[in-house]
Nanobody, 117 residues
Framework: QVQLVESGGGLVQAGGSLRLSCAMS????????FGWYRQAPGKQRELVAN???????NYADSVKGRFTISKDNPKSTLYLQMNSLKPEDTAVYYC???????????WGQGIQVTVSS
């Protein structure tokens, strides 16, 4: 089994920065796809950014140039550095990890990020 625990969320003013962390434990060495998603009130959950174990990254257009996804393999931790935050970034952010093509798919419990104007 795999457990994902997010941290680093909170309240920040527009223009500020936050760094989210996702601590992964369990059988994580076999996983090759990792990502951050978010869900705002009344909206569907959406992809923010993902990263493959080979290093490929992908970002939603709305966060390109402001957010950076990274992974520390020795620490089994996924990060999302969020800069120049906007009120529309307010959402619950979720960490996700999986093995492409296997059905192995794990989610964290989510963490609130609130950006005030």
């Amino acid at each position: 089994q795999v457990q994902l625990v997010e941290s680093g969320g909170g309240l920040v003013q527009a223009g500020g920065s936050l760094r989210l962390s996702c601590a992964m434990s369990g059988s994580t060495s076999r996983l090759n796809a990792f990502g951050w998603y978010r869900q705002a009130p009344g909206k569907q959950r959406e992809l923010v950014a993902n990263i493959h174990s080979l290093g490929y990254t992908n970002y939603a257009d709305s966060v390109k140039g402001r957010f950076t996804i990274s992974k520390d393999n020795p620490k089994s931790t996924l990060y999302l550095q969020m800069n120049s935050l906007k009120p529309e970034d307010t959402a619950v952010y979720y960490c996700r990890a999986g093995l492409v093509g296997s059905g192995a798919d794990y989610w964290g419990q989510g963490i609130q990020v609130t950006v005030s104007s």
